[in-house]
């Protein structure tokens, strides 16, 4: 979707876009799925918990940070990631009201 047209959507709506499109990928789900299980920041665990190569890991890794979903800190030469704690409590919230709005008509649809 081009940028003209966001302006369509309310800010509610292109934030969930924005998200969903950070999320669209199994490799970032699979980076988010690791580092809740941590609970903790990673640093350069990430390659060999995925098995992809470095440059695919960043760049998942640079989509993820760009989304604000997690953020990262440079320690020496490592960059260290975790999960963004506010960035993750928006989102969870606007999801769960998304997904609790909708009412499937008892599923007597078409």
Request: negative net charge; hydrophobic residues 40%.
């Given at each position: 979707m081009g940028t003209s047209k966001t302006d369509l959507f309310t800010k509610e709506q292109n934030e969930m876009a924005a998200m969903a499109k950070a999320l669209a990928h199994p490799a970032r789900i699979a980076i988010l799925q690791y580092l809740v299980r941590k609970n903790a920041c990673v640093c350069g665990d990430?390659?060999?918990?995925?098995?992809?190569?470095?440059?695919?890991?960043?760049?998942?890794?640079?989509?993820?940070?760009?989304?604000?979903?997690?953020?990262?800190?440079?320690?020496?030469?490592?960059?260290?990631?975790?999960?963004?704690?506010?960035?993750?409590?928006?989102?969870?919230?606007?999801?769960?009201?998304?997904?609790?709005?909708?009412?499937?008509?008892?599923?007597?649809?078409?």
């Open positions: 990430l390659v060999e918990e995925l098995g992809l190569a470095q440059a695919t890991t960043s760049q998942h890794l640079k989509e993820l940070k760009q989304a604000g979903i997690i953020q990262g800190t440079i320690e020496g030469v490592s960059v260290c990631y975790c999960i963004n704690p506010d960035v993750w409590q928006q989102y969870k919230a606007l999801f769960n009201s998304f997904f609790q709005d909708v009412n499937l008509m008892g599923n007597k649809c078409c």
